[in-house]
């Protein structure tokens, strides 16, 4: 239980101890300034923790910002008279001020991600009795069916088995609920004698790394953005310590792309050719590899590399190159303290101003400004 404390301005954080709450935290620590939040109080959401705040005085009590997975719980919180933010989609509804991540945005990536690979069958695993699960799925779905999709399953999770992946078309896409997911399901191909990724391509949620490097084949994931989460609460707590309003309806937070590792790094194309030059660019495009230097690996001209891909992908050689650099751009400017310029290194450009003009190019976004909006790391 927590332990009563004299009342100096204070922020209660009820998290769960996981992956997402820890990136969730960083984005809360990287926002707090010690002169307004001396002191921040963690605990996992328990009813019994939640039933002491509610007795506390809210006196020096700046806000509360929770993973409340229900109504019942919230009212838990209901005479705690302080700014009160839900992270949480478990349900739909909430009384809080709601900041949580966009999951039909996380579908719709994961959608998008595996059509640029031009699979054709689909599956989808997760929980329907969870809203985010849902919500999920129906960006998924949503995407797919507008793409046109061959075939698409919605398999609940206590389904999951040997047998069942073995049943559905090959090669198979599948997106998973959350990373834990996507483990069981690399497992459970494995049990089928399925090849991860050339007969299944799965990709979890949430980026946990020490889950998906642990998995038996390395899971990609899509990064949830779980920082930004804990920066835009913050920012929110600030808004209404000003004497603002807080924001209406839900602020949603986008996700900030996928993680590539082992479990979806081939690709659905009859050209063998195409399907080892695409290996090639998702490992070299950042060591400043050339459409040139492709076609003598592969031992055809630059005329034809650029035909086929555009028959296969519908778009040049060069064209994914510059897809992977930027993908990693976008990673590295979200996740870590590097300057510009040296992201850009990292990212085969030379030259900083180049790098800097394609990027906002590519995006929309000069490289800073991008960083403002979808990271929580400062440049050091």
Known sequence: MLNCMDQIATLYVLLKRNGPAHELMRGIRECR?????????????????????NAQSSRGVLGVIGDFNDLATEELLIDFRVPKINTSVQ??????????????????????????SDYRHFAYIGCRASYWSRLRCEGFHGRLAAAGSATFQDIEADQLSAKL????PQPLAVLAGDDRLGIQVVEQARKARLRVP?????????????????????LSSIDDNGRQLGVQAMSILDRIRHGQHPPRGETLVPPNGVVVRASTEAVAVDDKDIAVALKIIRREACS?????????????????????????????????????RFENARRLLSQTRLKVAAIGRRCGYSDAKRFAKEFRADTGSPPTAWRMTHGSERPG
Do not use: K
């Open 33 to 53: 300034r010690a002169d307004v939040y001396p002191r921040i109080i963690l605990q996992e959401p328990t009813v019994e923790n939640c039933r002491w705040v």
């Open 91 to 116: 349900t739909p509804e909430t009384t809080m001020i709601r900041v949580a991540v966009d999951n039909a945005a996380i579908g719709r990536l994961a959608a998008e991600y595996f059509l640029d």
């Open 165 to 168: 992946l073995r049943r559905l």
């Open 198 to 218: 050339n007969d299944i391509a799965v990709l979890g949620v949430n980026n946990d790394d020490v889950l998906c490097e642990m998995a038996a084949v390395p």
């Open 288 to 324: 400043g590899l050339t459409v040139e230097d492709l076609a003598e690996r592969l031992g055809i001209s630059r005329g034809t590399i650029d035909r086929r891909f555009r028959q296969v992908l519908g778009h040049t050689p060069f064209q994914e190159i510059r897809r992977v």
